[in-house]
């Protein structure tokens, strides 16, 4: 609980993978990619309750192995490539009751902390905002993104005079990272997402927020782990 209210977390992990097989039962350091998140959200000071969503029987006995509970499997038509994110999530707060916040998070987020999870909910209870999202610094700055028309010609997004700025001229930027979702649960089933003008900003370092979706991506999860194990 924080304060005086209820907290349910909740990891959507579902069998199909197009970017790896398999991946939320992928290996990195020791232990499958789902149970990073499952050991991050109990360890948590506020989470009350922890569901696993899936459509998978593997993932689903790998999950209950490692401490989440399966209260229901996902149906096969919520764990198809095109199903919207928020859908899981809504399926999910339809069927357990009694909560005022929920904390999604994804198996694809291996390296965030349970101190991360407890800052966001802190986040939002110190400033009474219904939502908190992390967000982490991206690779380059989207002030000089450029777009190249049919003649190979380069045109900067956001205008000459912003792309020939010196970089630490330009504004700071940060991009979701996907590791943490936090939202009171009756203001999300209004909103059916969890990104608007009132959500909050929750910032990550950029060693903690490696989203997973390649072989590339876990190969670099797996390298900071030995960093951060020697």
């Known amino acids: 609980m924080i304060g005086t209210e209820k907290v349910l977390a909740l990891i959507t992990a579902r069998g199909g993978s197009k970017g790896i097989p398999r991946k939320n039962l992928q290996e990195l350091g020791g232990r499958p990619l789902i149970a990073w998140s499952i050991a991050a959200a109990k ?3 506020y989470i009350d309750k922890l569901i696993v969503s899936t459509d998978d029987d593997e993932i689903a ?3 209950q192995t490692y401490g989440a509970e399966i209260p229901f499997m996902r149906p ?3 764990a198809l490539d095109e199903t919207p994110g928020m859908d899981p999530v809504l399926h999910t707060l339809a069927k357990v009751h009694g909560y ?4 999604l998070l994804q198996p694809t987020s ?8 407890d800052a966001c909910l802190e986040l939002c209870e110190a400033t009474s905002a219904p939502c908190c999202v992390s967000v982490c610094a991206p690779e380059h700055n989207p002030y000089l993104a450029l777009s190249v028309d049919a003649h190979q010609r380069m045109h900067p997004m956001h205008g000459w005079d912003m792309f020939n700025r ?5 504004a700071e930027a940060f991009v979701l990272n996907g590791a943490v979702y936090t939202a009171r649960v009756d203001w999300l089933i209004r909103n059916k997402s969890f990104i608007s003008p009132e959500t909050l900003a929750y910032i990550m370092p950029r060693e903690r927020s ?3 979706d390649t072989n ?6 797996r390298s900071l782990l030995k960093e951060v194990r020697k």
Do not use: G
């Open 61 to 63: 006995t790998t999950a």
């Open 76 to 78: 096969p038509e919520l």
């Open 43 to 45: 360890a948590s000071r």
């Open 166 to 170: 010196r970089r630490q001229d330009l």
């Open 210 to 212: 490696v989203d997973i």
């Open 100 to 103: 005022d916040w929920i904390v």
């Open 110 to 117: 291996p390296l965030r902390l349970a101190s991360d999870i």
């Open 216 to 221: 590339t991506d876990l190969n670099l999860a």
